[in-house]
């Protein structure tokens, strides 16, 4: 739950205008995105959107994991959403190993931290969900 955390907190410094692991807007974009028309960063709205999501996700993991109750939410919706959230890390983690989906980002810093780091900490993240929602059955 904390390394999801981390990650929503990441995206929320960006939505502020951080711009780490680049120096400026296109080094950023080279790093964090791979390529955008006219070389712009996501918009803040998009960086708070994720960072919310990847907090919710972090409700969702610890309600699954016995951590924390959502009284008023019915069970099967809470099961939804969890597995749900696993299907995307697992498909943006996949997502990174396919060519036809990263052909945009060839020869950008981004296209080879996302196999080195970004994919990869993707699939650990929905391995993760899948060992919690097997155990919480």
Same mark, same amino acid.
Request: charged share 5%.
């Given at each position: 739950m904390s390394l999801l955390i981390l990650i929503?907190? +990441?995206?929320a410094y960006w939505g502020l205008g951080g711009r780490w692991p680049g120096t400026d807007d296109t080094s950023f974009v080279e790093h964090v995105v791979g390529r955008t028309k006219d070389m712009q960063p996501p918009p803040p709205l998009a960086c708070f959107g994720v960072s919310a999501?990847?907090?919710m996700a972090t409700s969702l993991v610890a309600t699954k994991a016995g951590l924390v109750s959502i009284a008023p939410v019915p069970l099967l919706a809470i099961d939804v959403?969890?597995?749900?959230?696993?299907?995307v890390f697992a498909l943006r983690g +996949?997502?990174?190993? +396919?060519?036809a989906a990263m052909a945009y980002a060839r020869d950008t810093a981004f296209?080879?931290?996302n196999r080195l780091y970004y994919s990869p900490l993707c699939l650990v993240i929905a391995v993760g969900f899948v060992q919690i929602g097997l155990a919480a059955n």
């Open positions: 929503a907190l +990441i995206h999501a990847l907090v959403a969890f597995w749900g959230a696993a299907c +996949i997502a990174g190993y +396919i060519p296209h080879r931290l």
